[in-house]
């Protein structure tokens, strides 16, 4: 089992950045891919990015592509989600996610959730 808790959220004015981070602990960090997802307020959970164990494959949803950017550092225990030119719809609550059966896209390869941290892009 590992535990994630993610930092870095916060209030930014559209076009800036924030860097939000995931610190895991527990089990080995480096066997679980990790997910990035977002939900805003009466929307569903969303897919934003996604990255292998070793970090040499990742994903991106098509709305955040170019512009957010997704790493770890497995030494760290820790990935990232660097989020640049941002607008008012990035907007969300955002999860990171571990799994241990590949990565990918799909909500259902991940099973173990941070508890959120909310970024708030204004316009």
């Known amino acids: 089992q590992v535990q994630l808790v993610e930092s870095g959220g916060g209030l930014v004015q559209a076009g800036g950045s924030l860097r939000l981070s995931c610190a895991a602990s527990?089990?080995?960090?480096?066997?679980?891919?990790l997910g990035w997802f977002r939900q805003a307020p009466g929307k569903e959970r969303e897919f934003v990015a996604a990255i292998s164990r070793a970090g040499g494959i990742t994903y991106y949803a098509d709305s955040v592509k170019g512009r957010f950017t997704i790493s770890r550092d497995n030494a760290k225990n820790t990935a990232y989600l660097e989020m640049n030119t941002l607008k008012p719809e990035d907007t969300a609550v955002y999860y990171c996610a571990a799994g241990n059966r590949g990565v990918g896209t799909r909500i259902g390869l991940y099973d173990y959730w941070g508890q959120g941290t909310q970024v708030t892009v204004s316009s």
């Open positions: 527990g089990r080995t960090f480096s066997a679980y891919s």
